[in-house]
């Protein structure tokens, strides 16, 4: 089978890659974005905090932003994956999960993250409706209403605190996993947070509605909104097999322009750092999209007095 050449290899489809692929095409690169889904915000009904889309469905936004692509004739999309990917020389080669072989001059990895929820019964039919992650994201449409943070970790005393500032009704739940230390306890006391130390057993309410949580002892608590600490896991293994060098919590480790440790393999989204919005994926795949271009350019520029 006779291999595709490409400029840029996108690997993810979500903001950050879509927005890279945008930047590209306008500098007439040739740019495949590859794309299998699931978004780890496909259950959201809206996003938040990008100026100009507050409010945006997910999905709205990614069917407009591919919608936008189709001018730039040498920008592709496909809903396919990238299964093998490797350094030969100066060059990437890779393998999708259609069956075509295709070789690219540099990589954008945006492939994202995937959150290890917790396994409740019923969790999925409240999540990304009334369960969610970022208080950023979703808290402000549940202010002053009662509200939830979980964590296994001593991070969920961070998290319950930073929700007191949409709420005085917020009590947080640690499932016995951690001890809190006497001096946390006295600062979520003196900022009114509730803590609940039993382990959680099922959540309820009317549809996607939360109403309460409810413990293994019975007893119950009420929250309109639950926040998740919750960790996380890179949702391919690409970087690992590109020997990229990875950060705290397994964030890949990426300069401010999106280079990894490997030469040619740039990162951008969720799967590079801890501030993880839309925007900021937005942003990071443009700020990568220019240091991308600049490397073709000046390889072209050389080529060209050669």
């Known amino acids: 089978m006779r291999r595709e050449s490409w400029d840029v290899l996108v690997a993810g489809g979500g903001p950050a890659g879509l927005s890279a692929a945008l930047l590209l095409g306008r500098c007439r690169r040739r740019v495949l974005v590859c794309d299998a889904g699931p978004k780890r915000n496909g259950a959201s009904r809206s996003l938040h905090g990008f100026l100009s889309r507050d409010g945006m469905a997910p999905a709205a936004l990614l069917r407009t932003a591919r919608a936008q692509l189709r001018r730039y004739a040498t920008v592709r999309f496909r809903r396919t994956r990238v299964d093998a990917l490797r350094r030969r020389g100066r060059s990437f080669h890779a393998t999708l999960s259609d069956g075509r072989t295709v070789v690219a001059r540099r990589v954008l990895l945006a492939t994202g993250v995937v959150d290890e929820l917790p396994r409740w019964p019923s969790l999925r039919r409240f999540y990304g409706r009334s369960v969610f992650h970022c208080p950023y994201c979703d808290a402000w449409e549940f202010r002053d209403r009662p509200l939830a943070a979980w964590a296994e970790t001593p991070a969920g005393a ?88 990875l950060a705290k919590r397994g964030a890949v480790a990426a300069d401010r322009l999106g280079h990894t440790s490997v030469p040619g393999v740039f990162a951008a989204g969720d799967a590079s750092i801890d501030t993880q919005l839309v925007v900021v994926a937005a942003s990071e795949g443009a700020r990568a999209a220019l240091a991308i271009n600049e490397e073709l350019l000046r390889e072209d520029l050389r080529g060209r007095q050669g």
């Open 158 to 245: 961070g998290l319950a605190l930073k929700l007191t500032l949409w709420s005085r009704r917020v009590v947080l739940l640690t499932g016995g996993a951690y001890r809190l230390s006497t001096r946390r306890r006295r600062q979520l006391r003196a900022h009114g947070v509730d803590v609940r130390e039993e382990p959680v057993a099922r959540l309820l309410g009317r549809g996607s509605a939360l109403r309460a949580v409810r413990f293994a002892s019975g007893r119950t608590v009420a929250c309109d909104a639950l926040f998740l600490g919750v960790g996380q896991r890179q949702a391919c293994d690409l970087f690992g097999r590109l020997r990229c060098r």
